[in-house]
């Protein structure tokens, strides 16, 4: 195992080239509507290709409102900035000349458009949202097919799910035009946006912001906002004073935006003083000491939550007639199944119901190791049997059904990253959902929840997989791997794809992972014999709302190892994941060697995806090597401890230029960088005093193979 650290040291020197990129560079990717530079101008036109020339005309309605004229100069500066042609938009079919059509058509479904291409192109649409899609769509194709081109036909295609929301992946409840400008091109038609009370949010270093302006702002591109509530009024429905105490919290926050699509509770947010005999209110410092071990209510599905949620809806109503309720049933999926149904029973009818999908299911990795869904994975596809039996009740009663999947790309089986590049693992998830929809209708997706939306490979893809008409996945996926890394190479690239799609399933998704090594990747103190680390000895900023206590099982006694841990769950771990280091880490290579041969914005997206692939190996080897070293400290051998910390050392330090070279590494929207060159550094700091503390003793970079750590860029 040594000798595989030194190989791997050796391989993130081959991967670092000058320069590093500063903390938050990552947001001008996310600030980029259109990529400069996509078109290759020696492509030409196939006879059955129609070709964008100079002077193209966008012709929208006379009529046509802010959000249509919006997306016809998107599709202007499109065509300039990443096709290098030049268009304009006219309005009311005046000079139409040789480019895009637009008309509305209620006749078609919702959510629908039709495009005909011949010698110019007719778009049809539902409303102006559906609109702005097909013009989207054209983009698509012509990114695809890297040329102002597209291939003469018709298609009718319509988006299945609405809504589609998401948390911000930019910064906590920061959505900057550009980004949502992003969202909708990728077919998101919602924001969330976490609230406390009228005009306060999670937003780091500026909590007060007016989310008003924000609802106009993302309505342009056709995104709804939906508030995720925070928002606690401590009463019973049954208090003679629940009326006006509901009023004055959910009541006023519904005021304040009346224009917001809806509002989600969940139970650990929403929680209020259940009679339920079942619960105790009381603190869990409390509990322990009166031995009442009882749930409290927020985890629980007591059954005067119905009464709950029509007094929480009379408030609501009150001010804002028509706002959406979603009540999200998370927090008690490992309860009974005929106490979450008789709740769901009891619900208004007019309210939606939202059940996380995959959670709580207990499936087998590769080696026969049984293990379970702690918290949102890809691991397991979904669905999950509570997902199941709250769908059917929630169709045999009519409700509307929305569900929590993280299908847009990343789960918490990893934190620190943008995306998890799966494909063939997200595409067994979109499968079954569409499933989902077609067995209990249902109808709306949660996109991501905290750590946000990214737009990757993986997002495109999910895009077209919601699509009635959409591209065929295994087709779709090639043209993407030929356009971002070059025709000679799809191949290879979609064999790495499958190889980390299926090590995605080997994941153990259970919280010890999830809410330790995972979360924060290499910074994940290695600490067995060590005093214990308290949370806030961490170097996280002060501003990251959620801090490191996220990670509530880290820096703990390795005792606890002891605990979650027993031999043979260390076991059946250690055998899944010694060989998808070496899979992350043999992907990485591959697109190393095909940059070698590349140029331009392809070479840069090769290595980038290397130093990702790579960075995931690490992350990996960090959770292998804890577990690794728990074995030893059960068996107190304390010479094969502190052997493992010096490999672990290694795959740190090996880090600090991955996420020097990639901002967006090692950084999360609710904890911000918590796996960043500083958390290394800090780790690597403990990890000599404890294990070294003589200087001559201590690993160096030459001992440890990793080269002289300069900052790399990807260029």
């Given at each position: 195992?040594?000798?595989?650290?030194?190989?791997?040291?050796?391989?993130?020197?081959?991967?670092?080239?000058?320069?590093?990129?500063?903390?938050?560079?990552?947001?001008?990717?996310?600030?980029?509507?259109?990529?400069?530079?996509?078109?290759?101008?020696?492509?030409?036109?196939?006879?059955?290709?129609?070709?964008?020339?100079?002077?193209?005309?966008?012709?929208?309605?006379?009529?046509?409102?802010?959000?249509?004229?919006?997306?016809?100069?998107?599709?202007?500066?499109?065509?300039?900035?990443?096709?290098?042609?030049?268009?304009?938009?006219?309005?009311?079919?005046?000079?139409?000349?040789?480019?895009?059509?637009?008309?509305?058509?209620?006749?078609?479904?919702?959510?629908?458009?039709?495009?005909?291409?011949?010698?110019?192109?007719?778009?049809?649409?539902?409303?102006?949202?559906?609109?702005?899609?097909?013009?989207?769509?054209?983009?698509?194709?012509?990114?695809?097919?890297?040329?102002?081109?597209?291939?003469?036909?018709?298609?009718?295609?319509?988006?299945?799910?609405?809504?589609?929301?998401?948390?911000?992946?930019?910064?906590?409840?920061?959505?900057?035009?550009?980004?949502?400008?992003?969202?909708?091109?990728?077919?998101?038609?919602?924001?969330?946006?976490?609230?406390?009370?009228?005009?306060?949010?999670?937003?780091?270093?500026?909590?007060?912001?007016?989310?008003?302006?924000?609802?106009?702002?993302?309505?342009?591109?056709?995104?709804?906002?939906?508030?995720?509530?925070?928002?606690?009024?401590?009463?019973?429905?049954?208090?003679?004073?629940?009326?006006?105490?509901?009023?004055?919290?959910?009541?006023?926050?519904?005021?304040?935006?009346?224009?917001?699509?809806?509002?989600?509770?969940?139970?650990?947010?929403?929680?209020?003083?259940?009679?339920?005999?079942?619960?105790?209110?009381?603190?869990?410092?409390?509990?322990?000491?009166?031995?009442?071990?009882?749930?409290?209510?927020?985890?629980?599905?007591?059954?005067?939550?119905?009464?709950?949620?029509?007094?929480?809806?009379?408030?609501?109503?009150?001010?804002?007639?028509?706002?959406?309720?979603?009540?999200?049933?998370?927090?008690?999926?490992?309860?009974?199944?005929?106490?979450?149904?008789?709740?769901?029973?009891?619900?208004?009818?007019?309210?939606?119901?939202?059940?996380?999908?995959?959670?709580?299911?207990?499936?087998?990795?590769?080696?026969?190791?049984?293990?379970?869904?702690?918290?949102?994975?890809?691991?397991?596809?979904?669905?999950?049997?509570?997902?199941?039996?709250?769908?059917?009740?929630?169709?045999?009663?009519?409700?509307?059904?929305?569900?929590?999947?993280?299908?847009?790309?990343?789960?918490?089986?990893?934190?620190?990253?943008?995306?998890?590049?799966?494909?063939?693992?997200?595409?067994?998830?979109?499968?079954?959902?569409?499933?989902?929809?077609?067995?209990?209708?249902?109808?709306?997706?949660?996109?991501?929840?905290?750590?946000?939306?990214?737009?990757?490979?993986?997002?495109?893809?999910?895009?077209?997989?919601?699509?009635?008409?959409?591209?065929?996945?295994?087709?779709?996926?090639?043209?993407?791997?030929?356009?971002?890394?070059?025709?000679?190479?799809?191949?290879?690239?979609?064999?790495?794809?499958?190889?980390?799609?299926?090590?995605?399933?080997?994941?153990?998704?259970?919280?010890?992972?999830?809410?330790?090594?995972?979360?924060?990747?290499?910074?994940?103190?290695?600490?067995?014999?060590?005093?214990?680390?308290?949370?806030g000895e961490f170097p996280n900023p002060p501003h990251a709302s959620?801090?490191?206590?996220?990670?509530?099982?880290?820096?703990?006694?390795?005792?606890?190892?002891?605990?979650?841990?027993?031999?043979?769950?260390?076991?059946?771990?250690?055998?899944?994941?010694?060989?998808?280091?070496?899979?992350?880490?043999?992907?990485?290579?591959?697109?190393?060697?095909?940059?070698?041969?590349?140029?331009?914005?392809?070479?840069?997206?090769?290595?980038?995806?290397?130093?990702?692939?790579?960075?995931?190996?690490?992350?990996?080897?960090?959770?292998?090597?804890?577990?690794?070293?728990?074995?030893?400290?059960?068996?107190?051998?304390?010479?094969?401890?502190?052997?493992?910390?010096?490999?672990?050392?290694?795959?740190?330090?090996?880090?600090?230029p991955l996420v020097d070279a990639d901002s967006r590494l090692g950084?999360?929207?609710?904890?911000?960088?918590?796996?960043?060159?500083?958390?290394?550094?800090?780790?690597?700091?403990?990890?000599?005093?404890?294990?070294?503390?003589?200087?001559?003793?201590?690993?160096?970079?030459?001992?440890?193979?990793?080269?002289?750590?300069?900052?790399?860029?990807?260029?």
């Open positions: 195992m040594r000798k595989n650290a030194m190989v791997l040291g050796f391989m993130a020197v081959l991967s670092a080239v000058a320069f590093a990129e500063r903390p938050y560079d990552f947001r001008k990717e996310l600030e980029c509507v259109h990529a400069p530079g996509v078109v290759d101008r020696g492509l030409k036109p196939a006879v059955d290709e129609f070709a964008f020339t100079n002077d193209a005309v966008i012709s929208i309605p006379a009529d046509a409102g802010e959000m249509l004229t919006l997306a016809a100069r998107d599709f202007v500066d499109y065509l300039g900035t990443s096709m290098e042609v030049s268009a304009r938009v006219a309005r009311g079919g005046r000079d139409q000349g040789s480019g895009v059509r637009v008309a509305l058509d209620g006749r078609l479904e919702d959510r629908q458009y039709c495009v005909e291409v011949a010698e110019g192109v007719a778009v049809r649409a539902k409303d102006e949202c559906a609109a702005a899609q097909a013009l989207y769509h054209l983009e698509d194709l012509m990114n695809l097919r890297r040329a102002p081109f597209l291939r003469k036909g018709t298609e009718t295609r319509r988006m299945v799910f609405s809504p589609r929301m998401s948390h911000s992946g930019y910064g906590l409840d920061d959505f900057p035009e550009p980004y949502l400008a992003k969202m909708a091109h990728f077919g998101l038609d919602s924001i969330l946006v976490f609230v406390k009370d009228v005009h306060l949010t999670s937003r780091a270093g500026k909590q007060y912001q007016d989310l008003n302006a924000l609802i106009r702002r993302a309505r342009k591109y056709g995104l709804d906002t939906y508030i995720y509530s925070y928002v606690v009024a401590w009463v019973h429905p049954d208090d003679p004073n629940a009326k006006e105490v509901f009023d004055s919290t959910y009541g006023r926050v519904a005021e304040a935006f009346p224009e917001a699509k809806g509002i989600v509770f969940v139970g650990e947010s929403c929680k209020f003083p259940s009679k339920d005999e079942r619960t105790n209110t009381e603190p869990y410092d409390v509990k322990i000491a009166k031995g009442d071990m009882r749930p409290h209510p927020g985890w629980f599905p007591c059954r005067d939550y119905p009464d709950w949620v029509r007094g929480v809806k009379a408030a609501i109503d009150a001010k804002a007639p028509g706002m959406e309720i979603v009540f999200w049933t998370y927090n008690w999926g490992k309860q009974p199944k005929e106490d979450r149904l008789r709740l769901i029973d009891g619900l208004p009818k007019d309210v939606t119901l939202m059940a996380t999908y995959e959670m709580y299911e207990h499936f087998r990795l590769s080696n026969g190791f049984e293990t379970k869904v702690g918290d949102y994975s890809i691991a397991f596809e979904g669905p999950g049997q509570y997902f199941v039996s709250e769908a059917e009740e929630a169709h045999r009663q009519g409700l509307r059904l929305y569900t929590q999947a993280m299908a847009a790309g990343l789960t918490w089986d990893f934190g620190s990253v943008p995306y998890q590049p799966c494909p063939f693992q997200w595409k067994r998830r979109w499968d079954s959902l569409r499933e989902s929809n077609r067995k209990w209708n249902l109808t709306g997706i949660m996109e991501s929840h905290h750590n946000g939306w990214w737009p990757s490979f993986v997002a495109e893809l999910e895009k077209e997989a919601y699509v009635e008409g959409g591209i065929p996945f295994e087709e779709h996926i090639r043209r993407i791997a030929a356009r971002d890394y070059g025709a000679a190479n799809a191949e290879a690239v979609v064999a790495v794809w499958r190889k980390w799609s299926d090590a995605a399933r080997d994941f153990s998704p259970e919280d010890g992972n999830q809410y330790g090594p995972f979360r924060i990747g290499p910074a994940y103190p290695y600490n067995f014999g060590g005093r214990h680390i308290d949370r959620n801090g490191i206590g996220i990670c509530f099982l880290n820096f703990t006694e390795p005792i606890w190892y002891e605990k979650m841990y027993y031999p043979e769950k260390l076991a059946g771990e250690i055998e899944v994941l010694t060989p998808m280091v070496k899979t992350y880490m043999d992907g990485a290579a591959v697109f190393r060697e095909a940059a070698k041969g590349l140029s331009g914005c392809q070479r840069k997206k090769a290595l980038r995806m290397a130093n990702f692939g790579e960075y995931l190996g690490r992350t990996v080897a960090t959770g292998l090597n804890l577990k690794r070293g728990a074995e030893a400290w059960e068996r107190r051998d304390m010479e094969a401890v502190k052997a493992i910390a010096r490999e672990e050392y290694a795959n740190a330090e090996a880090t600090l950084w999360e929207p609710t904890m911000e960088y918590c796996g960043s060159r500083t958390a290394i550094e800090w780790k690597l700091r403990k990890m000599k005093d404890l294990y070294w503390p003589d200087e001559s003793a201590a690993p160096t970079k030459a001992s440890m193979r990793t080269g002289e750590g300069q900052p790399p860029t990807i260029q």
